[in-house]
């Protein structure tokens, strides 16, 4: 298992990803930011004082920052964005454009310090690989964050059918009382979910009780 620090890296050399926040009428909003820089374990990035984004962010730290790169990897980042303090904000653009030469031909001269520094140092870190077979995936935390655990579990009422296991489309349902499903290769899909005939799987983590099963039950 991979650490923060590789996990944030893999957003920095993908540098252009996925921005969510919410913007001022509760809907989510996205935008491809760049990740400006990685270290011990944070996320530095910018924006200037005038966007919506810049806005967004100091009405709701609330931030989800994700990136594909060209192994079909992603990480998903959930977590909250503070803006440096005033004292520390020059010298971070300085030193985010001195990283990032690119930056001097969008804000040449003074107009860099338009801009104000972010940093995410606590969140919630899902890891994916599709690159591999059967496919891989990973979760982390950092900071002040908890990881939070996701996915499907078999519960002690498995009556051990094998239904979960021949359906699901990663084969990573083994056998046993109760079955066991492989987490690091489970792909959420939620077939087992749906297909056991006595509903001996349960949802792990967010919404429990939603979606529910899709094709309901026989009367």
Not at 114 to 138: H, N, Q, T
Not at 153 to 161: D, M, S
Request: with cysteine; net charge negative.
């Amino acid at each position: 298992m991979m650490g923060v620090q590789e996990y944030l890296e893999i957003l920095r050399n993908i540098r252009d990803c996925a921005f969510a926040t919410i913007d001022c009428t509760g809907a989510p909003a996205v935008r491809i930011i760049d990740v400006m820089l990685v270290e011990e374990g944070r996320l530095y990035f910018c924006t200037a004082c005038g966007k919506d984004f810049y806005a967004e962010l100091m009405a709701n730290p609330a931030v989800a920052v994700t990136g594909l790169n060209k192994e079909w990897q992603t990480v998903r980042l959930m977590g909250r964005a503070e803006r440096l303090a005033d004292s520390e904000q020059k010298a971070m653009i300085d030193r985010i454009f001195h990283e990032n030469p690119s930056m001097e031909g969008v804000y040449p001269g003074e107009a860099r310090y338009i801009l104000e520094a972010f940093v995410i140092a606590e969140g919630r870190l899902e890891f994916f690989d599709l690159g591999k077979s059967p496919i891989c995936r990973e979760s982390s935390s950092f900071g002040r964050a908890e990881c939070e655990e996701k996915g499907f579990r078999v519960t002690e009422t498995c009556i051990g059918c094998g239904t979960c296991a021949a359906v699901c489309p990663q084969q990573c349902i083994a056998e046993g009382e109760p079955y066991k499903i492989a987490a690091a290769h489970c792909l959420h899909c939620g077939l087992c979910f749906e297909s056991c005939p006595v509903e001996a799987i349960e949802r792990l983590g967010g919404d429990r009780g939603a979606g529910g099963r899709r094709f309901g039950t026989q009367d």
